[in-house]
């Protein structure tokens, strides 16, 4: 190919802007429509300015991928992904900026859209492969391949709404993983089905990328990114905050959610609840018994303050210690035998000896629980935002090492 | 190398791309279309007990009806050149063909509003599945004509060559028609109930039920219903009547073909509009 050296996608200050309300969005619609066809004297329109009830769904998004790279869109819920990469697709026009592939493209975006219940996984799998573009002859040579993936060869002759969910997901990204073009937009669907089949999704993808196929891939999972995409652009607010490789932008994105999740701590311990419930938790502390910092291998105490308006008895409690992406619990401990709680205020407290996690940030949870029915009485961090708490250490050469990989515990070791 | 180019400017800037991508999505729909047309035709008849004899029932049962009212003599509306439940049958399944032909492109994709917003298909590709659909009906429809110009003693003429020339004439219409009214239409749901209201209409001022009215205020109604001699000239082509069609037969056909191919254009710049504001 003569252009090997040009990125094979090349965004430009992209920017697609959407109206609130419905009816106004309609019209605004029609007024796009007849602008198409009259000269752009007649009703000018800058379309990089908003209209009453209009809002930017992404704003000037620019990067560039070359042939081979993969690019991960990361951001929360409403950030403008799926737009973008509707834009990138072509089905909707860019309100602002330009965008240019150099090569054939294809689009994962929703699986089992095209399914028809009433016919049979054969007969919808050419269906699909019609509707993701697969030209004419290279269905019926694909046929025994995709059905080998999905492995579905027992009920390939069953109507499709006798599957299970899973299965028509299965069929469904069967038909799509076999799609070759020089970009592939993924949007959440990178891998479906039980832990093997995602492996074999993410291999799949893995191949493609690696026979010269570049995919832009819009997902929430840090295991799909970090293995499929080197480059990760973050999604704040619509518009692209940050650009580097996918594990950086990660990063950037678990830190901006936890400092939202501390930011909320503060003040929720602080100020008191509007619904006053029997048993309301007021302080959460974790301490060092010496020192100013929670060290590893040191003691600490943990001790949580409540006011209670009656009193409790066969009361339970624990903790639960997670990362602070609030994704992996690391551990936890109860005290299942019941105690008695006065009304009024009291504390709860345990001893934490030789805090055995590794430096670094992370959530705690707290739990207060009736034994009998094991239903929770008050709680932090599990319906609303946990402690952050921070584990530091001696900068050492050991300690160092600890931190490098990231560990999260430390286990006491004999050495011999 | 394939190279794509999205930008906010008007796809008019550039006319030469622009039909060359139209061609390009009319090529593409034809195996697209024949899948969602098999799909649609056997997902519609598997259901169904009595399988594929459904596709003759519904025009058997007009015409068992109109028949029926005729011999019971409760209409009489004027006589006729050929036997009354011919007249009115021909006049009657060329009306359905028109009126499905009209609803063809909105029906279809608004039924596939699904589809379209999340599959880069050719939306040409939607209507000619439709419009296969059309033609299997008419063809059902034809056939059980053809019983009852046997039963009734028509004599066929060697017009009948140019039946299938008409039956385009009527369905391009019909289409160029849907075509144009399909952009408001995806936005706005009146359109969609607001053109079987018009077409209910309608059918009482073509000449379907009744025989061509000489003289009266309906007189002039009919004959500037641009209707009259598309379903006229098809129905004395079919029955073996008059060979020529009147002058405002080939004014209708040229305008159709004019609005055919601007609606078809003017929907193809509209698209990205409105994918982006319909709710999938």
Redesign the interface.
């Known amino acids: 190919?003569?252009?090997d050296n040009q990125p094979v996608i090349s965004v430009k200050n992209v920017s697609k802007k959407?109206c609130r309300e419905f009816n106004r969005?309609?019209r605004y619609?029609?007024k796009?429509?007849i602008?198409?066809?009259l000269p752009?004297n007649l009703f000018p329109h800058n379309?990089s300015v908003l209209r009453d009830g209009e809002f930017w769904s992404v704003k000037d998004v620019s990067f560039e991928l070359n042939r081979g790279e993969s690019l991960a869109i990361i951001g929360e819920n409403g950030a403008g992904k799926s737009t973008l990469l509707k834009?990138l697709?072509?089905?909707?026009?860019?309100?602002?900026?330009?965008?240019?592939?150099?090569?054939?493209?294809g689009?994962i975006?929703?699986l089992g859209?095209?399914f028809?219940p009433?016919?049979t996984g054969r007969?919808n799998i050419?269906?699909t492969a019609?509707?993701?573009?697969f030209?004419?002859n290279q269905i019926q040579k694909l046929f025994d391949e995709v059905v080998a993936f999905s492995e579905l060869e027992a009920v390939i002759d069953t109507p499709v709404q006798f599957y299970s969910s899973g299965m028509k997901a299965r069929l469904a990204f069967s038909v799509a993983a076999h799609l070759k073009p020089?970009v592939l937009f993924v949007d959440e669907v990178l891998a479906v089905g039980d832990l093997d089949f995602q492996r074999k999704c993410v291999n799949r993808m893995l191949k493609y990328r690696s026979e010269g196929g570049s995919i832009i891939l819009v997902s929430h999972n840090p295991n799909h990114i970090q293995s499929v995409c080197q480059r990760g652009i973050l999604l704040e607010n619509n518009v692209c905050s940050f650009d580097g490789t996918s594990i950086e932008t990660l990063d950037r994105y678990f830190k901006n959610q936890l400092s939202k999740i501390s930011s909320y701590n503060k003040t929720s311990n602080e100020e008191s609840l509007p619904v006053r419930k029997p048993l309301n938790i007021e302080q959460v502390v974790l301490e060092p018994i010496q020192g100013e910092t929670i060290q590893t291998g040191e003691d600490c105490r943990l001790r949580v303050k409540y006011v209670a308006t009656e009193s409790f008895e066969n009361v339970i409690w624990g903790l639960s210690i997670w990362t602070h992406d609030n994704l992996v619990n690391i551990s936890g401990n109860y005290d299942l035998t019941p105690q008695s709680i006065q009304s009024g205020k009291g504390e709860l407290s345990c001893l934490i000896p030789a805090m055995p996690l590794s430096p670094g940030t992370y959530l705690l949870k707290i739990a207060i629980g009736d034994m009998a029915s094991l239903l929770p009485l008050a709680s932090v961090g599990w319906v609303d935002m946990p402690l952050e708490f921070k584990v530091e250490i001696e900068p050492n050469l050991l300690n160092n090492l600890l931190h490098l990989n990231n560990q999260l515990m430390t286990i006491s070791v004999r050495w011999e | 190398m394939n190279q794509i180019y999205y930008s906010p400017q008007p796809e008019l800037s550039e006319p030469k791309h622009f039909l060359k991508l139209a061609l390009l999505d009319l090529k593409i729909s034809k195996p697209i279309a024949w899948q969602l047309f098999r799909k649609n035709f056997i997902s519609q008849y598997r259901q169904n007990f009595l399988g594929y004899l459904w596709i003759f029932l519904p025009p058997l049962a007009t015409a068992l009806i109109w028949i029926f009212l005729f011999y019971s003599k409760i209409i009489y509306l004027g006589s006729t050149e050929i036997p009354y439940p011919i007249y009115v049958l021909t006049g009657v399944f060329l009306w359905q063909t028109f009126t499905e032909s009209v609803t063809c492109p909105l029906q279809q994709l608004l039924f596939s509003k699904h589809l379209i917003t999340k599959f880069k298909i050719p939306h040409e590709a939607l209507v000619i599945a439709g419009l296969g659909a059309i033609l299997f009906n008419l063809l059902a429809r034809l056939i059980i004509l053809f019983l009852g110009l046997f039963y009734f003693q028509v004599g066929l003429g060697w017009n009948l060559l140019l039946a299938p020339i008409g039956l385009a004439v009527l369905i391009l219409t019909g289409i160029s028609i849907g075509v144009l009214l399909t952009p408001l239409g995806m936005l706005y749901q009146d359109i969609l109930n607001g053109i079987g209201i018009v077409l209910n209409a309608l059918f009482f001022l073509t000449p379907i039920i009744y025989p061509i009215p000489q003289n009266g205020a309906i007189s002039r109604m009919v004959s500037l219903n641009p209707l009259t001699p598309i379903i006229n000239s098809n129905r004395n082509w079919l029955t073996g009547g008059e060979l020529m069609p009147d002058l405002s037969f080939f004014i209708v056909v040229s305008v159709s073909i004019i609005v055919f191919f601007s609606s078809w254009l003017f929907y193809r710049l509209a698209k990205p509009y409105i994918i982006e504001r319909i709710s999938s």
Not at chain 1, 90 to 98: C, F, N, S, Y
Request: charged letters at 35%; zero cysteines.
């Open positions: 190919m003569s252009e959407y969005s309609l619609a029609v796009d429509i602008r198409e066809i752009s379309k834009v697709y072509g089905l909707i026009k860019p309100d602002t900026g330009e965008i240019r592939i150099r090569g054939r493209i689009a975006i929703e859209e095209g028809d009433v016919l007969e050419f269906i019609s509707l993701l573009g030209p004419k020089d």
